[in-house]
Each structure stands twice: as C-alpha cells, then as structure tokens.
C-alpha cells in the first residue's frame, strides 16, 4: 500500500533580512490563488503580486507570520525576484525524479 504520508516534502528556502523561512509547496487552491492575484490588471497588479507573496512566504515550515511591514518594504525587483525563483523552483522540484 502506498502511504501519502510518507512523501519527503521538499521546501524553498528564503532569507528576508534576518529570517529565514522554509516555504511549503503550494496546495492546488493556493497555488490557483496566486495565479489569479498575479493576473489581475489595472492598478491591482500591484496589490495581487504583494498578496500572492504574502500567501507564499505565509505557508512555511515554522508557521512563521511574516508582518506587513517586512511585505510591504520590498520593491517591485525584489517581489518579482522572489515570485520567479519561487516558481522556478516549482517547476524543477515537479520534474525532479526524486
């Protein structure tokens, strides 16, 4: 029998200043989430990539809440930064053999 429980989960690992967070892989409603708020337009855009990274740095290992304030002192390169290399580790850990 196969036991889903015993799956290695594997995590991204970030540093945002003086915290470092083991980010969980998405669930399909969170990972369809992100992909909604990060398609938004107009003047949303903005407010749905700094809510699609809230959503991500917030589903980690520790349980850590990341404050507002760590959120909303990123530029716009670094949440782009963190959202490619986030989803680019998506990709390679889904193609992974292990």
Same mark, same amino acid.
């Given at each position: &029998?196969?036991?889903?429980? %015993?799956?290695?989960?594997?995590?991204?690992?970030?540093?945002? !200043?003086?915290?470092?967070?083991?980010?969980?892989?998405?669930?399909?409603?969170?990972?369809?989430?992100?992909?909604?708020?990060?398609?938004?337009? !107009? +003047?949303? *855009? *903005?407010? !749905?990539?700094?809510?699609?990274?809230? &959503? $991500?740095?917030?589903?980690?290992?520790? !349980?850590?809440? *990341?404050?507002?304030?760590?959120? @909303?002192?990123? @530029? &716009? @390169?670094?949440?782009?930064? $963190?959202?490619?290399?986030?989803?680019?580790?998506? %990709?390679?850990?889904?193609?992974? +053999?292990?």
């Amino acid at each position: &029998m196969f036991n889903i429980n %015993s799956a290695v989960k594997r995590y991204f690992t970030i540093k945002i !200043g003086d915290v470092v967070l083991e980010v969980e892989p998405p669930t399909k409603k969170v990972l369809n989430k992100v992909i909604e708020l990060t398609q938004s337009k !107009g +003047p949303e *855009v *903005v407010d !749905g990539l700094f809510k699609a990274l809230e &959503m $991500i740095l917030n589903k980690n290992k520790s !349980g850590y809440t *990341v404050p507002d304030s760590v959120i @909303d002192d990123l @530029d &716009m @390169d670094q949440v782009s930064l $963190i959202l490619t290399e986030y989803f680019k580790w998506i %990709s390679e850990t889904k193609n992974s +053999p292990n």
